[in-house]
């Protein structure tokens, strides 16, 4: 499967297809309303005693025409995160910080 995701794309950067431009890309992004959840420490995934997890549900819209892992690289390039995360799933517990840009 990783060489299909691959393929894909470097297709769709060669072609512009299924990604957003980045005019469109701004208006994918939603304002929506912060969620947030403590959890005790389970003494396996270390939780931190006062940061809440946060969950921002529907934060990126995704259009049937757009390819959803397209949009998502256009948002992590625009902050600064490298082509790190398609088509990859780590074996070890591992964090990730919201988009600070656009959910701060």
Known sequence: MAVLETLKKVAEKATGLARPSSDRLEQLVRSRKVNTFKFKDDG?????????????RGAVALPDNLDPAAIMENLFERNGWGGSWRDGIYD???????????LA
Do not use: E, G, S
């Open 44 to 56: 396996v995934i270390p939780n931190h005693p006062h940061w809440p997890f946060a969950l921002y």
């Open 92 to 102: 070890y517990v591992h964090y990730l910080l919201a988009f600070t840009r656009y």
